[in-house]
């Protein structure tokens, strides 16, 4: 079930064309209402993906909010391509194509290079950074009645406190992702439920379950988790 859960998502998400981003929340929000939904032992079934267009609006929020890095890349990286394209047109067009050649400045083309390469090295920092903070977002949408300003927030802070894990957890599934594309691409079909299952998992152990309708924003007291600090200091 979950592997045609998982192709079924990738379909949305990857393969439609700006439709994905408004897409990509709701359709994640009910891959991992149905993966939490099983952690707890509770039944499950095929339909339980589209559980997450009940949450559209906060779903849709907080997807577009992840999706910023990508999309303003996507803008760069066109605008570039196009840009270079005109140059090269446009000086070639002079003098039987060898114009850019003799009267372009030196090192033009290696500048327009060098700025692509500074620009992407810069985006990958910030998607990083990004990705890490709003890592936990959409499961909070899936499993709580909250906001997306309230998920963001909360994700933030919980993945902040628990940098290390996360970072490990990205690395891990980072390798697993690559062998998954080194099997023909094949491979990425069969990482995809392990992908979102070890994410749920992180998002369980940093966010234990609680009682869903008295969530808060504030951390829990060491009594909710059965722990006995505190007491008999009286």
Not at 46 to 59: C, I, N, S
Request: charged share 10%; net charge negative; proline share 6%.
């Amino acid at each position: 079930m979950y592997f045609a859960i998982s192709l079924l998502t990738w379909v949305i998400v990857s393969c439609i064309p700006c439709v994905n981003y408004i897409l990509m929340g709701p359709v994640l929000a009910g891959v991992y209402y149905t993966l939490l939904r099983d952690m707890r032992g509770e039944s499950v079934d095929f339909g339980m993906m589209f559980k997450g267009f009940e949450k559209f609006l906060p779903a849709l929020v907080v997807g577009l909010v992840q999706s910023i890095p990508g999309i303003i890349w996507q803008i760069i990286d066109t605008t570039m391509n196009i840009s270079t394209i005109f140059i090269q047109q446009g000086t070639g067009s002079l003098g039987g194509g060898n114009f850019f050649q003799e009267t372009s400045p030196p090192g033009l083309a290696e500048g327009i290079s060098a700025v692509y390469f500074i620009l992407a090295a810069v985006f990958l920092i910030v998607t990083v950074v990004w990705s890490i903070s709003f890592a936990f977002a959409i499961p909070l949408i899936a499993e709580h009645n909250i906001g997306p300003v309230e998920a963001l927030t909360l994700s933030a802070k919980a993945a902040w406190s628990n940098v290390g894990g996360v970072i490990v957890t990205s690395i891990l599934l980072g390798l697993i992702a690559l062998l998954g594309v080194l099997a023909l691409c094949i491979g990425v079909f069969f990482v995809l439920p392990l992908f979102w299952a070890a994410w749920a998992f992180a998002y369980r152990q940093v966010f234990p379950a609680i009682d869903t309708d008295n969530f808060r924003m504030e951390p829990p007291s060491p009594q909710e988790y059965g722990s006995s600090f505190g007491q008999g200091m009286e």
